[in-house]
T-cell receptor, first 116, second 114 residues
Framework: DAGVIQSPRHEVTEMGQEVTLRCKPISGHDYLFWYRQTMMRGLELLIYFNNNVPIDDSGMPEDRFSAKMPNASFSTLKIQPSEPRDSAVYFC??????????????FGPGTRLTVL | AQSVSQHNHHVILSEAASLELGCNYS??????LFWYVQYPGQHLQLLLKYFSGDPLVKGIKGFEAEFIKSKFSFNLRKPSVQWSDTAEYFC????????????FGRGTSLIVHP
């Protein structure tokens, strides 16, 4: 398996532009997570899906952020409009829930977003 | 809801020194525990995990962690660090029978000088 795939790996954009980050989870995994990592705030969970359904989006910072999972093999995180404070590394992770709540997460390589 | 506390935010060691990174969690029930490592410029990857059985867990690259239930702790150890261990280390916990979503600590940055 190729692991969790994210694109693009790097994104540089100007304030006000729309940004779309993409994620392909590991085949067969039933949970998908979006995280944001910054020096100041560490690793933050933004939203997660179970079987393509958004379960908890309480970590999404503002209405400018939205996420979708149209099918089991694809998810997007969109920021519209983007702001300089959105600059961070965004990770996607997937997992498969097994007995006793075993939930090892597999992370993608991340997208480093810079908003100028 | 569970929470995770990593007391050491930054640790600097010389090669061959021993390492212990602290991790405490708050949750009254049964938990699964994880340590993840993030090498510079890379993504998080699993270092070791505990679900049940022997509370002393062996991981990759000579790392181990000990689950002490009475102390709600899951400290990470390595007897002799190498320069290549320079990375960010994250402790995570998820509660059994509750949310399957792990809670991550803030992370500990380890720098090993050659």
């Amino acid at each position: 398996d190729a692991g969790v795939i994210q694109s693009p790996r790097h994104e540089v954009t100007e304030m006000g532009q729309e940004v779309t980050l993409r994620c392909k989870p590991i085949s067969g995994h039933d949970y998908l997570f979006w995280y944001r990592q910054t020096m100041m705030r560490g690793l933050e969970l933004l939203i997660y899906f179970n079987n393509n359904v958004p379960i908890d989006d309480s970590g999404m910072p503002e209405d400018r952020f939205s996420a979708k999972m149209p099918n089991a093999s694809f998810s997007t995180l969109k920021i519209q409009p983007s702001e300089p404070r959105d600059s961070a590394v965004y990770f996607c992770a997937s997992s498969l829930i097994r007995g006793a709540g075993y939930n090892e997460q597999f992370f993608g390589p991340g997208t480093r977003l810079t908003v100028l | 809801a569970q929470s995770v506390s990593q007391h050491n935010h930054h640790v600097i060691l010389s090669e061959a020194a021993s390492l212990e990174l602290g991790c405490n969690y708050s949750y009254g029930g049964t938990v699964n525990l994880f340590w993840y490592v993030q090498y510079p410029g890379q993504h998080l990857q699993l270092l070791l995990k505990y679900f049940s059985g022997d509370p002393l867990v062996k991981g990759i690259k000579g790392f181990e962690a000990e689950f002490i239930k009475s102390k709600f702790s899951f400290n990470l150890r390595k007897p002799s660090v190498q320069w290549s261990d320079t990375a960010e280390y994250f402790c995570a916990v998820n509660a059994r029978g509750g949310s399957y979503i792990p809670t991550f600590g803030r992370g500990t940055s380890l720098i090993v000088h050659p």
